[in-house]
């Protein structure tokens, strides 16, 4: 054989490996380097109003959806109470992480020194009901007019709740309360509530419990005008 047959042999046999491997090395993506998919780290997003915690996930890279809203007495309406991914960990970038809003719980309007009728309206327009649990006598407010309320103006309750009303019943006779073994402070409130005022005796006996009225006078039931005085027993 020729050496010029030879060269041209070993040169086509060259040529076609080196085609073939290439052809392999593309085919099965051999020493081919992938790049790796870009992540991002999840912020904290708890006690955030809603606006803010869409700003720090637009930052993040994140989708945020708002999965429910709950009622929480704690936090203001419309902040972050919970997230589903946790903070710090990483996500693939534009991942959806949904997360749970408060719903603030409405407070109860204040109806004292209102009528009656005023006080119901103001109620059932803040989505209450009314019930007027006792009328009782004072020296102060006028007959019709709500005394006190339970619960209190201002206090955290979900609508359609009752709130209970104590409506004067003007001037009229008071009835002494039951005082006995109530504490001191605790009878002087009630009787002042009812305008009338307590004037105390202070005793003092071995093996008795103290501040605690022993004696009433004049007996619980008995009819008082307005600013009367009730004389209470106790011990120091």
Not at 65 to 75: C, F, G, Q, T, Y
Not at 160 to 176: L, P, Y
Not at 179 to 203: D, M, P, Q, R, Y
Request: with cysteine.
């Amino acid at each position: 054989m020729h050496g010029s047959s030879v060269f041209l042999i070993s040169f086509f046999t060259s040529a076609a490996t080196a085609v073939g491997a290439v052809y392999f090395i593309q085919r099965y993506d051999i020493f081919e380097t992938k790049t790796p998919v870009a992540d991002t780290v999840v912020p904290d997003l708890r006690g955030l109003a809603e606006a803010d915690a869409r700003a720090n996930a637009t930052v993040a890279h994140l989708a945020l959806l708002v999965a429910s809203r709950e009622p929480n007495a704690d936090a203001r309406g419309g902040t972050v109470l919970r997230q589903s991914v946790p903070a710090g960990q990483h996500v693939a970038r534009d991942y959806s992480m949904s997360v749970v809003l408060a719903e603030e719980i409405p407070k109860v309007p204040a109806v004292a020194d209102l009528t009656v009728d005023a006080a119901k309206a103001k109620l059932e327009a803040a989505g209450y009901s009314m019930q007027v649990s006792a009328s009782v006598p004072s020296p102060t407010v006028p007959e019709g007019v709500v005394i006190e309320q339970t619960p209190a103006a201002g206090a955290a309750q979900p609508k359609g709740a009752t709130i209970a009303v104590q409506v004067s019943s003007g001037t009229g006779d008071v009835e002494v309360p039951k005082l006995i073994g109530l504490s001191i402070a605790t009878a002087k409130a009630n009787l002042e509530k009812l305008g009338l005022k307590a004037v105390v005796h202070w005793i003092s006996v071995g093996e008795t419990p103290t501040y605690v009225v022993l004696n009433q006078k004049p007996a619980a039931g008995e009819k008082l005008k307005p600013d009367a005085e009730v004389q209470l027993t106790a011990c120091q």
